[in-house]
């Protein structure tokens, strides 16, 4: 099983900065099989980003994803109040699909 | 567009079966992949096995054999009976759309609680 180790586990920012979340895999990941999804309070997990950096339809240009390998990374350029939710990061490159324990982004 | 409805009973006692079902609307459940998705309360998301209408179906090996999934046409929708239950098991539970092009979940449903007690 890869597991997914998200860090940090909880990200205070104000409004206006910049948010680097990290997902590292315990084994290398195909890119195209690393998603990030954000997830606000009471509701579904949304898809932001597949293929490690393409964005989903309807998802704002501040939210970009990096990486490959072993180490991928969501960025988010400048935060706005609606952004603050947690992220979750998810693999199938093999089975069991598995699911970063997730990063808070909570209001500074 | 694509939607996604479980339903279910909201508590069930231990030992016993948790049987849920999706309806999905606006695409034929004979297309793509559907998957059931649980969150724990306060807790990170957890990958339950995935469904196609041809039969071929994947689960994660963490819940040892417990769930099974299948698909009714007639319906257009799809079900999760997981076995032997425990308050372990407590959980929101997701079904969701798989895109096999992206390798991702692009539609989920809202949610249904899931609760295990006695």
């Known amino acids: 099983e890869i597991v997914l180790t998200q860090s940090p586990g909880t990200l205070s920012l104000s409004p206006g900065e910049r948010a680097t979340l990290s997902c590292r895999a315990s084994?290398?990941?195909?890119?195209?099989?690393l998603a990030w999804y954000q997830q606000k309070p009471g509701q579904a997990p949304r898809l932001l980003i597949h293929?490690?950096?393409s964005r989903a339809t309807g998802i704002p240009d501040r939210f970009g994803g990096s990486g490959s390998g072993t180490d991928f990374t969501l960025t988010i350029s400048r935060v706005e109040p609606e952004d603050f939710a947690v992220y979750y990061c998810?693999?199938?490159?093999?089975?069991?699909?598995?699911f970063g324990g997730g990063t808070k982004v909570e209001i500074k | 567009q694509v939607q996604l409805q479980e339903s279910g009973p909201g508590l069930v006692k231990p030992s016993e079966t948790l049987s849920l079902t999706c309806t999905v609307s606006?695409?034929?459940?004979?297309?793509?992949?559907w998957n059931w998705i649980r969150q724990p309360p306060g807790e990170g998301l957890e990958w339950i096995g995935y469904?196609?209408?041809?039969?071929?179906?994947d689960y994660n090996p963490s819940l040892m054999s417990r769930a099974t999934l299948s698909v009714d046409t007639s319906k257009n929708q799809f079900s999760l009976n997981l076995r032997s239950v425990t308050a372990a098991d407590t959980a929101i539970y997701y079904c969701?759309?798989?895109?096999?092009?992206?390798?991702?979940?692009?539609?989920w449903g809202q949610g249904t609680m899931g609760a295990v007690s006695s």
């Open positions: 998810q693999q199938f490159g093999g089975s069991p699909l598995t």
């Open positions: 084994q290398s990941v195909s890119s195209s099989s």
């Open positions: 293929s490690a950096s």
């Open positions: 606006g695409v034929s459940i004979t297309s793509y992949f």
């Open positions: 469904i196609h209408y041809s039969g071929s179906s």
């Open positions: 969701a759309k798989w895109d096999e092009a992206r390798r991702a979940f692009d539609i």
